[in-house]
């Protein structure tokens, strides 16, 4: 496991306090992205969970990928999917799957796609993975920079 950066330790944080996943990761990029924080969670709030809580591509990715188009603005479409290729099998290694509803199963977690999220109790926490996807994910794109 490669060592915590601070931006990753900030997703943890953000995803503790109550971030869904992808805004959990945007925000700790926030102070590099060009818009206020309150956009961003705006931004980021459809994607979490999933996307919409479907439990299609994890938050934490979204989050992440959306991060890459504000990060590296001007590039070609070329090299953004590029970019977003390496960061998703660089996700995919590391965690097994790059799909909320995968990641969740295999952590014997029934993912519910009721548009109602869960309530976020200790217990939510401690048996939920996403914590250490959104660290994950953070870190990736903190050493993609």
Do not use: H, W
Request: hydrophobic share 45%; with cysteine; aromatic share 6%.
């Amino acid at each position: 496991m490669r060592s915590d950066g601070a931006r990753a330790q900030r997703a943890v944080q953000n995803f503790k306090s109550g971030c869904n996943c992808a805004q959990a990761v945007m925000l700790a990029f926030s102070d590099l992205l060009g818009l206020p924080e309150e956009k961003i969670a705006a931004l980021a709030l459809p994607m979490g969970a999933g996307m919409g809580r479907l439990r299609e591509t994890c938050g934490a990715v979204s989050g992440a990928v959306l991060c890459l188009g504000l990060l590296f603005p001007g590039r070609e479409k070329g090299e953004m999917y590029a970019l977003v290729q390496q960061f998703a099998r660089r996700f995919r290694e590391e965690n097994g799957s790059i799909n909320c509803g995968e990641l969740l199963s295999g952590a014997g977690i029934l993912a519910d796609t009721s548009p109602n999220p869960a309530a976020r109790t200790p217990a939510y926490y401690k048996k939920r993975p996403c914590a250490e996807l959104v660290r994950s994910a953070a870190a990736i794109l903190e050493e993609m920079l």
